[in-house]
C-alpha cells in the first residue's frame, strides 16, 4: 500500500453549534469506514484559520496564509491505497463536499 495525503479545503466559520455537530457525526462515520477497511494511517486534526509564514532565504516571517476561506486547508489525513487511483475514489465520499469544499490528495514520497 502507498501513503497519501489528504488536504481538506475550504473553511466555514459561521455553522451553528448544531450544524457543526452534524457535520463533525458525517466526518466521523466517514473516517471511520475507511478506517475499518485499512485505509485510514492517521487522522490528523482541523487546522484553525490563521498562521505565520516563513519564506525566502531570509527567512520572513508574515502573517498568513493569506488566500480565500474556501482555497484554506483545513485539515489533513493520511491514507493508505493502492494507487492514486484508489485514494481519489475513497476522497469521493468526504463530507467537506457537501459545504462546495475539495479534497487535495498527493502520495507521499517514501525516503530510503
Request: aromatic residues 8%; proline residues 4%.
Amino acid at each position: 500500500m502507498n501513503e497519501f495525503v489528504y488536504l481538506y479545503r475550504g473553511y466555514e466559520e459561521s455553522a451553528s453549534p448544531g450544524d457543526m455537530q452534524q457535520k463533525t457525526a458525517k466526518w466521523m462515520t466517514w473516517l471511520k469506514e475507511l478506517s475499518d477497511k485499512g485505509h485510514v494511517k492517521a487522522l490528523g486534526e482541523p487546522l484553525l484559520p490563521g498562521g505565520m509564514v516563513v519564506k525566502g532565504k531570509k527567512k520572513q516571517v508574515i502573517d498568513g496564509p493569506y488566500a480565500e476561506a474556501k482555497d484554506l486547508v483545513g485539515g489533513y489525513s493520511i491514507i493508505l491505497a493502492r494507487d492514486i487511483k484508489q485514494a481519489v475514489e475513497f476522497s469521493l465520499g468526504c463530507p467537506i463536499f457537501e459545504d462546495g469544499g475539495s479534497v487535495e490528495v498527493r502520495q507521499i514520497r517514501q525516503l530510503d
